[in-house]
């Protein structure tokens, strides 16, 4: 079984101009950290031209394809019958991006698949966590 799970979606930039801008996105999902997912925009669909990922918790997205979730960084919202607003926010601004929940709901089934939810603790390794983070820095 793999230990780590990558799915591509479209989102819809939402932006002032009429029409939505399609940009490919990819939903990543790692049992070494299985509290977390991350969601990653290639250069071309950034303003800085680098790729820029965000990671946030996976029941976030659990609760933000069925209700309004989120009071940080991220945040996730039902929008219509086929779609899910996610919102990323930074210093510069807000970015909304759509993508299709029935997209979302297939990685999070994925995912839950890989670990499901309250074994998140038996996928970690405590003993590792706890030496890397003790070790010295120079």
Excluded: C
């Amino acid at each position: 079984m793999p230990a780590v799970i990558e799915q591509s979606v479209q989102a819809r930039l939402v932006a002032s101009a009429p029409r939505m801008e399609t940009v490919p996105a990819t939903l990543r999902y790692d049992r070494k950290d299985p509290y977390a997912v991350s969601m990653a925009f290639p250069p071309p669909a950034t303003l800085e031209g680098v790729e820029v990922s965000w990671a946030f918790a996976r029941e976030l997205l659990v609760q933000g394809v069925e209700r309004p979730a989120g009071v940080g960084d991220v945040r996730l919202r039902p929008y219509g019958y086929d779609r899910t607003v996610v919102e990323f926010h930074a210093p510069e601004g807000v970015a909304m991006v759509h993508v299709r929940t029935s997209e979302l709901r297939h990685f999070l089934a994925r995912s839950e698949h890989l670990v499901p939810a309250g074994s998140e603790r038996d996928h970690l390794n405590w003993d590792q966590d706890l030496t890397e983070l003790l070790r010295e820095r120079p």
